[in-house]
């Protein structure tokens, strides 16, 4: 039980930083980062887009971000249209121009300093224990007991034998790809992006256990007000996709476990039918959604003083 409340508060803290943040409380938001990282490592994935958003486009001295107003009634095209101009390739240009801005350094600064200082403090009274446990397990972890990944089959079959530092490594590889893609895409749509990242990122991970979909479960009320999905047809399709796939892969996980049945292979077949159906949900949210970026732009010094003139 503690566990879970345990789940439940990092879930929770998670939102404090998102509220600190949109709020311009940037230090606070920082610190609160950096606890949540340090007791999780998981949320370090939403490291890049906050460093992304924090763009003077919306972040600019003696101002406070401008959080976009929406309205459901707000059509998809509009949107687009009215963000064309802050999009693609001029936005990459304006990212890597003014790449180091106050914001961004505290952010960082303070964020790794309370990482840092936590991690260094419980290294002082643990040890190597505490470091392995917390950190370097979950980047070389080899888990042969069954679970919802579709790479336990593989360790299973190998897991006697020695994984070398590259093969327990690769499997980040299609996870970072698809990290990437995301955040490319919806970077500027924050509460979007972060949701979508935490599902693909359980979606794709090497070890999957239940407690895992609380991660991205918290964050769907964020998104619901931007989604045009309706619960008839296609809500329920994707509900049902599911959690029928979750379902068969239990019934063969129970055939595994409690009956002692060899059916390694079924319970692997059913993590591949598992992982297409989070790819299913995934593909169906996105099309659902209607893009809205966070923050509005400011209007810079520079030009207001050229209108002015």
Same mark, same amino acid.
């Given at each position: 039980?503690?566990?879970?409340?345990?789940?439940? %508060?990092?879930?929770? /803290?998670?939102?404090?930083?998102?509220?600190? %943040?949109?709020?311009?409380?940037?230090?606070?938001? #920082?610190?609160?980062?950096?606890?949540?990282?340090?007791?999780?490592?998981?949320?370090?994935?939403?490291?890049?887009?906050?460093?992304?958003?924090?763009?003077?486009?919306?972040?600019?001295?003696?101002?406070?971000?401008?959080? =976009?107003? %929406?309205?459901? /009634?707000?059509?998809?095209?509009?949107?687009?249209?009215?963000?064309?101009?802050?999009?693609?390739?001029?936005?990459?240009?304006?990212?890597? +121009?003014?790449?180091?801005?106050?914001?961004? =350094?505290?952010?960082?600064? =303070? +964020?790794?300093?309370?990482?840092?200082?936590?991690?260094?403090?419980?290294?002082?009274?643990?040890?190597?224990?505490?470091?392995?446990?917390?950190?370097?397990?979950?980047?070389?972890?080899?888990?042969?007991?069954?679970?919802? /990944?579709?790479?336990? *089959?593989?360790?299973?079959?190998?897991?006697?034998? @020695?994984?070398?530092?590259? @093969?327990?490594?690769? +499997?980040?590889?299609?996870?970072?790809?698809?990290?990437?893609?995301?955040? +490319?895409?919806?970077?500027?749509?924050?509460?979007?992006?972060?949701?979508?990242?935490?599902?693909?990122?359980?979606?794709?991970?090497?070890?999957?256990? #239940?407690?895992?979909?609380?991660?991205?479960?918290?964050?769907?009320?964020?998104?619901?007000?931007? /989604?045009?999905?309706?619960?008839? %047809?296609?809500?329920?399709?994707?509900?049902?996709?599911?959690?029928?796939?979750?379902?068969?892969?239990?019934?063969?996980?129970?055939?595994? @476990?409690?009956?002692?049945?060899? =059916?390694?292979?079924?319970?692997?077949?059913?993590?591949?039918?598992?992982?297409?159906?989070?790819?299913?949900?995934?593909?169906?949210?996105?099309?659902?959604?209607? *893009?809205?970026?966070?923050?509005?732009?400011?209007?810079?010094?520079?030009?207001?003083?050229?209108?002015?003139?």
């Amino acid at each position: 039980m503690s566990i879970i409340s345990c789940r439940y %508060w990092i879930n929770s /803290s998670d939102l404090f930083v998102f509220q600190f %943040w949109i709020t311009d409380h940037i230090l606070q938001a #920082a610190f609160w980062y950096g606890l949540v990282v340090h007791l999780r490592i998981y949320p370090i994935i939403y490291a890049l887009p906050i460093i992304i958003l924090l763009d003077p486009l919306y972040f600019q001295p003696g101002k406070k971000p401008t959080l =976009v107003n %929406w309205s459901s /009634s707000t059509s998809k095209s509009s949107w687009e249209t009215s963000y064309t101009k802050i999009t693609g390739l001029q936005y990459i240009c304006n990212f890597f +121009s003014s790449l180091i801005t106050w914001r961004r =350094v505290m952010f960082g600064f =303070v +964020s790794g300093s309370t990482f840092l200082m936590l991690t260094g403090l419980c290294f002082h009274l643990y040890g190597w224990e505490f470091l392995n446990g917390a950190l370097l397990y979950h980047l070389t972890r080899t888990d042969p007991r069954h679970n919802f /990944s579709i790479y336990f *089959y593989h360790i299973y079959l190998h897991y006697e034998d @020695e994984f070398s530092i590259v @093969e327990k490594l690769v +499997s980040f590889l299609p996870q970072f790809i698809v990290q990437l893609v995301l955040i +490319s895409r919806f970077a500027l749509d924050l509460p979007f992006c972060l949701f979508l990242q935490t599902l693909a990122f359980v979606a794709f991970n090497k070890v999957i256990t #239940a407690q895992y979909f609380v991660w991205f479960l918290c964050l769907l009320p964020l998104i619901f007000p931007w /989604s045009n999905m309706k619960l008839k %047809w296609k809500g329920v399709a994707c509900i049902s996709v599911w959690i029928g796939a979750q379902t068969h892969w239990l019934m063969w996980g129970y055939l595994l @476990e409690f009956r002692g049945k060899n =059916v390694f292979l079924q319970l692997w077949l059913a993590s591949l039918l598992f992982l297409a159906a989070n790819t299913f949900v995934i593909i169906n949210v996105i099309r659902s959604h209607v *893009y809205c970026p966070l923050f509005r732009p400011l209007q810079s010094n520079s030009s207001k003083s050229v209108k002015d003139d």
